[in-house]
Structures are given as C-alpha cells and as structure tokens.
Nanobody
Framework: VQLVESGGGLVQPGGSLRLSCAAS????????MSWHRQAPGKERELVAG????????NYAASLKGRFTISRDNAKNTVYLQMNSLKPEDTAIYYCATGRMSPFGSWGQGTQVTVSW
C-alpha cells in the first residue's frame, strides 16, 4: 500500500489549495478514504472522509463549507479542495485508508502553510 500526497505549499489567507493523494498497491475503489491534519503541538485530527464510491462524505464540523473531499476511482486519487484558508489551517495534511477510526495506511503528508 502506498499513499502519496501532493499539492501543499504556501498560500495567503483567503486563498485556495487542492491536495491530491495518489494511491497504489491496493484496490482503491474498495476502500473508504480520508484526510487528516496535524498542526504543530496538536494532535492529528480528521478533516474529511469519503465512501468507496464517493456517495457519502463526512467533515469535521469546524471545516464543513470550506473544504470538499472527492475522489476519482479511475485515477486512484482522492482530493481535498480547501477554500477560504486561514492561518489556523496550517498543518501537515495526510491521507489514509478508511473513513472512521481505526484508520489503515497513511501517506507521508504534505505541508500546508497559510500566511502572509
């Protein structure tokens, strides 16, 4: 199982980023997927999850409306569209298999920094 996140970077407050997580080594379409984040000095938290076919999603209550999770099973990729970014969204963002705890495999993460 391999999960590789990309798309992070430095963005100004109010800006947008789209993260991607490319999956390989397993049958992607058979797995729910999720995005998580960990800010400095804080515990890792669930950001969003999506079911195998993409028909159901769940979000951290504080993020709903700004972030959107989606997936393309033909490309073995799950996405996280992040809009109206705030400095407190600064974190390392990870994708994982599974939509609810316990989660399975994890990627290495991609850094998102929201700052002027």
């Amino acid at each position: 199982v391999q999960l590789v996140e990309s798309g992070g970077g430095l963005v100004q407050p109010g800006g947008s980023l789209r993260l991607s997580c490319a999956a390989s080594g397993f049958t992607f379409s058979s797995y729910d997927m999720s995005w998580h984040r960990q800010a400095p000095g804080k515990e890792r938290e669930l950001v969003a999850g999506i079911t195998r076919a993409g028909g159901l999603t769940n979000y951290a209550a504080s993020l709903k409306g700004r972030f959107t999770i989606s997936r393309d099973n033909a490309k073995n990729t799950v996405y996280l569209q992040m809009n109206s970014l705030k400095p407190e969204d600064t974190a390392i963002y990870y994708c994982a298999t599974g939509r609810m705890s316990p989660f399975g495999s994890w990627g290495q993460g991609t850094q998102v920094t929201v700052s002027w």
